[in-house]
């Protein structure tokens, strides 16, 4: 099974920053767009963050203004880049890749890496 390989979470305090990556193997084809989904305890997972191949961005309203997502298509890597971290923004951090083809869609995710806002 093809698993994306995330890093860069950890233990932060509130206002400090974070920059979370992931990279998908170069085996994945046709990726249309990368993102960024989380889940905090006992909270069903949310989407966070989108970047198509064309490099258009979108954020959940949550994260807009402190968060950047940003891609290397040469890599196959997105990166979520977090200033600002409150408390609120601790949880399971998930990167997912879309893929879509003339006939077919997929989607990816990766392991999930731990992100914990506390003082």
């Known amino acids: 099974q093809v698993r994306l390989v995330e890093s860069g979470g950890g233990l932060v305090q509130p206002g400090g920053s974070l920059r979370l990556s992931c990279a998908a193997p170069?085996?994945?084809?046709?990726?249309?767009?990368m993102g960024w989904y989380r889940q905090a305890p006992g909270k069903q997972r949310e989407w966070v963050a989108r970047?198509?191949?064309?490099?258009?961005?979108n954020y959940a309203d949550s994260v807009k203004g402190r968060f950047t997502i940003s891609r290397d298509n040469a890599k196959n890597t997105v990166y979520l880049q977090m200033n600002s971290l409150k408390p609120e923004d601790t949880a399971v951090y998930y990167c997912?890749?879309?893929?879509?083809?003339?006939?077919?869609?997929?989607?990816?995710w990766g392991q999930g890496t731990q992100v914990t806002v506390s003082s």
């Open positions: 970047i198509t191949t064309g490099g258009t961005t």
């Open positions: 170069g085996s994945i084809f046709d990726i249309n767009s």
């Open positions: 997912k890749v879309h893929t879509l083809s003339w006939d077919t869609s997929d989607d990816y």
